[in-house]
């Protein structure tokens, strides 16, 4: 590509953002394929600048101050079913995965309706909901290693991903960028998938505040391991998740009593209280405050440490 074309200054990216949140980048381009990728790549490492891969702009908060480098933003780069499997770009919607293998009826991905961001994404922090995760299904992964002067475009197999909860080799190692992924499916009844994913996303109007810009779930829920059970005699009430082996944070968060806690345009939402949301007013040095609280307050009440599962940009 003629990289020059398609380099745009001072784009705001706070409309590229799910919680609306967002100053301007010195540098923008949007990429359509894995060349166009490399290329803003190894501009930004040529003019020794910083860079930021963008996807659907969930699960992540910049700061208020312009950000002074490149944010590429990946867009959809094909989705196609073959008998081996769902070869599928990083920029495609997530929301497109599930629709294409509902149309294929192809169960395994049910989970996913109703959430925003992107494949490349939800792979890199391994995304999941009700006891799933898109580890179950992912078969490899093709992705940019530029740790070395050299940029190399390889395959990760799935246990060469080293996916744990909402984690992945991706999202620890910052010199590797995800171009596509195959994910493997297996088939199914197209009425009782359709059936699953609107039973699923009506729950999810039910406990979650999608009519408001947020982010996503703020904090991981925390993991029941030796740590946490001195914390299960001290509150009673925490066995009820034993058998989940998982202490929501929300739970954590709401029994601190900061549900509806507001700093400026943001607030912990009164429906799910691992949401912070912004009424449209919302900066980034608010939601910031309101995390650093939260953790404080959670930490001095029950002795947890609560580690976000959103990513931090130009703090």
């Not at 991905?109 to 391994?126: D, L, R």
């Not at 989940?244 to 009593?257: D, H, Q, R, V």
């Amino acid at each position: 590509m003629d990289f020059q074309n398609k380099l745009k200054k001072n784009i705001s990216l706070k409309d590229l953002t799910t919680f609306w949140i967002g100053p301007k980048a010195k540098y923008f381009c949007q990429t359509n394929s894995r060349e166009e990728v490399v290329e803003a790549i190894k501009w930004a490492k040529a003019k020794r600048m910083p860079f930021f891969v963008l996807g659907g702009g969930s699960n992540v908060l910049i700061n208020d101050k312009k950000y002074k480098g490149l944010v590429i933003k990946i867009r959809e780069s094909g989705i196609r079913n073959q008998e081996s499997g769902i070869e599928v770009g990083a920029g495609v919607a997530l929301g497109k995965l599930v629709g294409v293998a509902l149309q294929e009826g192809l169960t395994g991905m049910e989970w996913a309706m109703g959430i925003p961001g992107t494949v490349g994404g939800a792979i890199y922090g391994n995304a999941g909901a009700f006891g799933q995760s898109i580890s179950d299904c992912v078969e490899k992964v093709e992705a940019i290693d530029f740790e070395n002067q050299e940029l190399r475009i390889r395959n990760y197999e799935k246990e060469e991903c080293d996916f744990n909860y909402r984690d992945s080799i991706f999202k620890r190692n910052k010199n590797l960028v995800i171009l596509s992924a195959k994910i493997k499916l297996q088939t199914g009844n197209k009425i009782e998938i359709e059936n699953k994913m609107k039973e699923y996303f009506q729950k999810k109007k039910q406990t979650q505040p999608l009519e408001f810009f947020s982010a996503g779930s703020v904090f991981r829920n925390q993991e029941l391991g030796i740590k946490n059970q001195e914390l299960l005699k001290q509150f009673l009430e925490l066995k009820q998740f034993q058998d989940k082996n998982i202490i929501p944070s929300a739970w954590l968060i709401e029994k601190a009593g900061l549900k509806g806690k507001r700093i400026g345009g943001v607030e912990i939402s009164r429906k799910h209280s691992n949401f912070i949301v912004n009424n449209g007013r919302g900066k980034a040095r608010d939601v910031k405050k309101l995390i650093d609280l939260t953790k404080k307050t959670v930490k001095k009440k029950f002795g947890v440490d609560l580690e976000e599962e959103i990513q931090y940009l130009g703090f």
